[in-house]
Structure formats: structure tokens, C-alpha cells
């Protein structure tokens, strides 16, 4: 079946540092990847996706994200925190474009 | 495009209440998703619909879960019988096609049982 594991239930990063937010799929097909973001009292939306083009996906606020199929990993990156970034962010898969199964979340704090 | 709502933002009822939501999608989607996520989870799928048509149901949902989405537009999910393990944040999605497109998502309505 498919999963998303995502390490780290919680995530501190000063401002202005790397962060680094990772996500392992197990799937059996070929997978769409996605992030979401869920501010404070704001519904989820979309910070970028994989969608069997190029492995290394730009989005929006900075992020990116990097398919490694041999790692069956798409960990998310931004090389510089802002305060604005804090917020859950929740890595997602969908095999084959078959159905949609989102990991546990990572909540990210941005410290000053 | 006035985005995916939802109403009501919360409900609060007692055990054994039926309770039903609302979902109004993107007027042009054709798809429309509910999830559920409780307190430091992220969304679990419960259903979808291809425009009028409910093509799949999570075996999350019960047969107290009912879902509807009658000529294709706005959607409603109804439980009845609300048990306390049912409190969560119901949330609807909605996107142009399939699971590989955007899914846009509405505030969720929180539902506590008491």
C-alpha cells in the first residue's frame, strides 16, 4: 500500500536559515508528489508538485523540492527561513494518479 | 473564482446527533474531495466525486458517512449517529480532473461531539 513518512513532527529553524523539511513515498507505480502548506486558521494549499517532468521542482515563497527515485524521497528546501514561513506542511503522494494519500505533517517554527 | 467554502465553520453537537456539511467547490471543478484530520494529523481521504458521481469511498467511512453531490455542484456529507471518535475537522477539496491536478481546499468545518 501506499505511505508517506515524514521525519520530524516538528521543526525549529532561525530565520534566515536552511530549512529542510523531508518526505520518504513507498508507492508501486510511478508517483505524483506534492507539498501543502496549512497556515494558522487558513485552509491547505499548494506549494508545488511532481508531475514526472523535471526532478527538481520550484514553487512558490522560495521553495523547491527534489524527486530522488532511487531514495523514494521528495524532501522539501528553502535556503532562507522567513518568520512568514511557519506553518504545517504536509508531503503527499499519488500513485499512478490513482487515488491521494497525504503523511502526518511537519509543523515548522521559524525562530527570530 | 471565490474559492472552495464551507459551512458551517464549526458544529457542535451531542453523541447520537445527526449532522450534516456543506461544500461549495470552484464552479468550473469537476472533481470534489472530502478528507479528515484530526489534531496533529494531516488530512485522511474519505470520498470523491466526479462530477454527480461517487467513484470511491475510504473505508474510514462508515455506514453512519453519506455523501452527496447532487447535479454535480455543491456537496454535502452527513453523519448520523455522531460518536465522539467522529469529532475532527472535515475538509473539502476541488480540482479541475483527476488526483494529479491542484486540489483547492476550503477553511474545513470542526466538528466536536460532545
Known amino acids: 500500500a501506499q505511505s508517506v513518512t515524514q521525519l520530524g513532527s516538528h521543526v525549529s529553524v532561525s530565520e534566515g536559515a536552511l530549512v529542510l523539511l523531508r518526505c520518504n513515498y513507498s508507492s508501486s507505480v510511478p508517483p505524483y508528489l506534492f507539498w501543502y502548506v496549512q497556515y494558522p486558521n487558513q485552509g491547505l494549499q499548494l506549494l508545488l508538485k511532481?508531475?514526472?517532468?523535471?526532478?527538481l521542482v520550484k514553487g512558490i515563497n522560495g521553495f523547491e523540492a527534489e524527486f530522488k527515485k532511487s531514495e523514494t524521497s521528495f524532501h522539501l528546501t528553502k535556503p532562507s527561513a522567513h518568520m512568514s514561513d511557519a506553518a504545517e506542511y504536509f508531503c503527499?503522494?499519488?500513485?499512478?494518479?490513482?487515488?491521494?494519500?497525504f503523511g502526518p505533517g511537519t509543523r515548522l517554527s521559524v525562530l527570530p | 473564482d471565490t474559492g472552495v467554502s464551507q459551512d458551517p465553520r464549526h458544529k457542535i453537537t451531542k453523541r447520537g446527533q445527526n449532522v450534516t456539511f456543506r461544500c461549495d467547490p470552484i464552479s468550473e471543478h469537476n472533481r470534489l474531495y472530502w478528507y479528515r484530520q484530526t489534531l496533529g494529523q494531516g488530512p485522511e481521504f474519505l470520498t470523491y466525486?466526479?462530477?454527480?458521481?461517487?467513484?470511491?469511498k475510504s473505508r474510514l467511512l462508515s455506514d453512519r458517512f453519506s455523501a452527496e453531490r447532487p447535479k454535480g455542484s455543491f456537496s454535502t456529507l452527513e453523519i448520523q449517529r455522531t460518536e465522539q471518535g467522529d469529532s475532527a475537522m472535515y475538509l473539502c477539496?476541488?480540482?479541475?480532473?483527476?488526483?494529479?491536478?491542484?486540489?483547492?481546499f476550503g477553511p474545513g468545518t470542526r466538528l466536536t461531539v460532545l
Open positions: 503527499a503522494v499519488s500513485p499512478g494518479g490513482q487515488n491521494f494519500v
Open positions: 477539496a476541488s480540482s479541475t480532473q483527476g488526483f494529479t491536478d491542484t486540489q483547492y
Open positions: 466525486f466526479q462530477n454527480e458521481a461517487q467513484l470511491e
Open positions: 511532481y508531475t514526472s517532468a523535471a526532478t
